[in-house]
């Protein structure tokens, strides 16, 4: 069956930025069958990154609720969006990664019996709260998906022993690294405002922190970390962009907001934020997609989680778990710091998650007689 028309789906802003390759390719080589549709699960963050790579989406759900439930989210995409897959009927859809708006629309389409492809596939912890609930929401993903764009021969080996056709999984790499390289060539930054003061030459740390599992106590033993840090390296800038969930601006304002090397600063726009990871020395994050963006840049990540759906970058020895154990985050930042030759180990493995034309692998399957 050839493939005259593909709707990619997404409502994130993560989500947005690793669909942006590919819109833009399909666009080239299918310019008359590719239609965007974005849910806004994330408003303002997803339409950040649209601007940057000039995306307008075709069908705009605009679903964000403040304080809207998973089965809000979940409930809403399919009521939305079935009604547009009817009218439209196209070939595939695609989805990126494990959201909920990712889940809920590979639903929707296995409903109307029209094909999914999942980009990002086969990424597995084997822990089913552990990212909660994206675990759960791969796992469920992959039983609908009919083309998997597994980004790593790990992750294809994850759905082949799950009992997944081998001939439906593509390695591909993944398309965030296609993005990141994008902006680095085209793209230059405007300065942060928040940190003109800072010279260039600043020790930068960069944190991020959103994972719903760490709410709570959590993120409590994150700032009590990042605060013995501050007091320890005085000449270190701690650069913390906080995510705007008030599980996060809680705790994050009110137990660093009056340390002066702690600079707590609005979330940045995608451009902003590559360049501040490109300046800084290493990251502390719990972020998922961050690891494969900091590595494709040569830098360690302390990852603050208990478990990681990416172990390449573990065994490669440039991210390293920490989790939420305060102790365990300032040793090992500690150790960073005070022998910043251990740094070096990450610029060997920049193509670990990609070198750059996952899109391109994904739009030939798509555009083969294989998908």
Known sequence: ?????????????????????????LRKRLPHGTQVCATAQHRQMQDQALAVFDITPDFDLDLMRPGQSLNDVVSRVLKELSPILERERPDYILVQG???????????????????????????????????????????????????????SWSKQNLIDEGYPEDSIHITGNTVIDALYQVLEQTEAEPVSALADLDDKANIILITGHRRENFGAGFENICTALKTLAEKYPDYHFVYPVHLNPNVQKPVLSLLGDIPNI??????????????????????????????????????????????ERPEGIDAGVCKLVGTDSEKIIQQASSLIDDPEQLAAAAHVKQLFGDGRAAEHIIDVLLSADA
Not at 122 to 144: A, F, H, W
Not at 288 to 305: D, F, P, S
């Open 263 to 308: 600079h707590l600063i609005e979330p940045q726009p995608y451009v902003q934020f590559v360049h501040l990871m490109q300046r800084s020395r290493f990251l502390i994050s719990d972020s998922g997609g961050i690891q494969e963006e900091a590595t494709a840049l040569g830098k360690q990540v302390l990852v603050m989680r208990a478990v990681t």
């Open 1 to 25: 069956m050839s493939v005259e028309k593909i709707m990619v789906i997404f409502g994130t802003r993560p989500e947005a930025i690793k669909m942006a390759p590919i819109i833009q390719g």
């Open 98 to 152: 494990d959201t909920s708006t990712a889940f809920a629309a590979a639903l929707a389409a296995f409903h109307l019996q029209i094909k999914v492809g999942h980009v990002e596939a086969g990424l597995r912890t084997g822990d089913r709260t552990q990212p909660y609930p994206e675990e759960i929401n791969r796992k469920m993903l992959s039983c609908v998906a009919d083309s998997h764009f597994a980004p790593t």
